[in-house]
């Protein structure tokens, strides 16, 4: 744990460290990027001495390129900030861009009832470098971290990503691009904040716990026996058998076109309709990069219906998979597990 000097105590903020390329460094020996020290990167970036806020930072270790995050890494991120939650005002996660909506996704289902901020944030040019979009990301995402209204509330109590001066929900988030400095786009779900010369809240889309004085609870067990079926034409009878009807899985997510549909071929749904039979919970969400999900249009989405599959509506990937990892974790009943699927609880899906 290191600390910031700064020149108040008005908010406290824990900057959490896992890697990425925002903290990377050209290794000669390899001639590639490579995760380097966090102290070097607030070394970079002195304006956060500036604030009037406590920053205290964590580092994990090893910290990673965030290509080989696993839940574990949740799991460890949902306990830091639970030991941490009555130390700090917010909590702000540095983490590569490749699966930070996976991250984010994740995290927002495995604390409920969230009272303070926790940003994602990253860069996709190191900090080092003099273009970095790095510094930017991380002022705004520890400005917005400490934000508070009038009556000493966050004003952003949720899980989201910032970058590129665009605040999105995290679970609505998406990485879209590779080169680009605007990487993320929440298709579904209008930003909850854009930081320009002022940041403007857009206060009517963020979402407010029931109770600001109870304390979230922190759920930690994932089941990861989840697997992502890509439909495309010329799929085989035995691609799709063996990702549906595997022994190892609890739940497939089926990525179909459109607005949910699927091939109508017999052997197609003859599949589908045996693995839901034998238990397995199926969730439909789209290829689509914007728009739902809507199985009663079209004859193809109807059969998937009869057949058992779940309306994944507006839900991205990336939130369905961290959804279904957290609901298998917690419940035993498919019955139920396919209910919540339907459920919005974190603001994941519009119905
Ligand atoms: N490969 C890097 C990572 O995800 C990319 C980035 O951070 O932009 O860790």
Redesign the pocket.
Known sequence: MSHITSTGTKSAILLIYT????GMKEDPAIQALRPFNFSQILEEVPELGKFAYRIDSYTFDPII???DVEPSLWIAITELIEQKYDEYDGFVILH????MAYSASAVSFMIEGLTKPVIFT???LPIGIPRTDGKENLISSVEIAAARDSEGHALVPEVCICFDNILMRGNRALKINSDHFRAFRSPNYPPLAEAGINIRYNQQLIRRPDNWNARPIFHKTLDTRVSILKIHPGITPQIVRTILCSNDTRAVIIETYGAGNAPSKDWFLDIVREASESGKIILDVTQCLAGSVNMDIYATGKCLKEAGVVNGYDSTTESALGKLFYLLGEIQENATVKKMLETDLRGEISK
Do not use: Y
Not at 19 to 22: A, K, Q, S, V, W
């Open positions: 890697g990425g390329t925002i390129d965030s290509s590569g861009t490749d699966t990253g860069s996709q």
